[in-house]
């Protein structure tokens, strides 16, 4: 009978544990236990330190292992290094290790091995960029490199641990695509909302602006409204007067009492069709249908004839004097200047006490025609000053005295149309000086 030892025994009581054979055990086993597992970890422990041990751990550990001589020759592979470059270990022992590296890269990894081989630490290579390893069919797969270095009877050697990581940069690739398609859907979606927001504001701002016409427009009215009850109401009442007076003067056949009522009645007149050719202008200019029309026009003859024409308005209480130094022709449009020069004239006019003159100043400086109209009335209150070219805007102090509030609205916009500009100087009970110029 062949002799069992008690080590040998003690293994095969745990096979039989294991097999769940307990109860043919001898008598007395479970005494033996502490002795068997401390047996145990010794002979594993012996067995993980041997040469086999670390044989079994070099043959089926998954990573793939190259050994390498400082010549750059591999001289060892396990198995997973065979199946992952493809290679049997005839064809890869004895060869340099280029062989296993991207061609590209294969030329200048020689000179990396031979500095590395010269002063060799344990490390891992590729630091913050991507490694790539070759098949032995030409094809390219990311890995990760740890180098060892050891040396054995006075030869040196590196240990190269490779991981195939090709399934993680996969996964990297996927979760960097679904990344990107991330924030490209949130970029998509932020610009439609910032589109949406854009349409919203635009939308807001049109709204405000409509609302500042509605308001804008309500204004106007109520301001044309109030002037028109005013305006037209005074001259009707006086033809009304006028006319009854009129036959009742006719009756008695006073003819000096029925000329001056007659009178009456055609200023009522005139001024009413002032009236409704300053809202005429008005309407034309909004509507776009008003444009100029220059000409050429002999200003002084024209300042002329215009002061001339408004010299009834003055009558005797009002002087009128002119001033002009002009070329004889200056292009221009005429009509235009006509009803600027009336509106600014006549409000000089108007404004001024008797006793009072309104002069006109023209001429050419650096050229422009320039225009001054000076009158020593009763001047605009500073606070009106900036409200002055508002369509129905009237001073404070001038509102017992007849007007519509667009006479000056006017003189802007013909201004401007005529690409020329206007402005005033002015202080209350001294008068104003409006300056028009026109470039030539």
Known sequence: MRRVSSVQYEFQIIGRLKTDEYHILPPG??????????????????????????????????????????????????????????????????????????????????????????????RKMGANRDLFARRKDGSEFPVEISLSPFTRNNEKYVIAFVVDITLRKQAEEKLHNYSADLERQVRNRTLILEEAIDELQKTKDQLHAALEKERELNELKTRFVSMASHEFRTPLATMLSSLSLVTKYGETNDKDKQAKHVQRIKNSITHLNDILNDLLSVSKLEEGKLTQHPEPTQICPFIAEV??????????????????????????????????????????????????????????????????????????????????????????????????????????????????????????????????????
């Not at 079994?56 to 050994?67: D, K, M, N, Q």
């Open 29 to 122: 086993t479970v005494l033996i236990w502490p002795i068997v597992f401390t047996l145990m970890a010794k002979s594993e422990s012996s067995f993980m330190d041997s040469l086999e041990g670390a044989e079994a751990l070099f043959l089926h550990a998954s990573e793939g292992i190259v050994v390498v001589n400082q010549r750059g020759e591999m001289v060892r592979c396990n198995p997973s290094a065979c199946i992952m470059f493809g290679f049997s270990q005839e064809e890869m022992l004895g060869n340099r290790v280029e062989m296993l590296v991207p061609q590209k890269y294969a030329g200048s990894h020689a000179a990396r091995h031979d500095a590395y081989t010269t002063n060799p630490e344990p």
């Open 307 to 440: 002061l001339t024409e408004l010299k009834p308005l003055a009558g005797t209480d009002v002087l009128l004097v002119s001033e002009c130094h002009c070329p004889e022709e200056i292009t221009i449009d005429s009509k235009l200047l006509k009803h600027i020069l009336f509106n600014l004239v006549s409000n000089a006019i108007k404004y001024s006490p008797a006793g009072k003159t309104v002069s006109v100043n023209a001429g050419v400086e650096d050229n422009e025609l320039v225009i001054h109209i000076t009158d020593q009335g009763i001047g605009i209150p500073e606070e009106d000053q900036k409200h002055l070219f508002t369509r129905f805007f009237r001073g404070r102090n001038a509102a017992h005295i007849p007007g519509t509030g667009l006479g000056l609205h006017i003189v802007a916009k013909h201004t401007e149309l005529m690409n020329g500009s206007v402005t005033f100087v002015s202080r209350e009970n001294h008068g104003t000086t409006f300056t028009l110029r026109f470039p030539q």
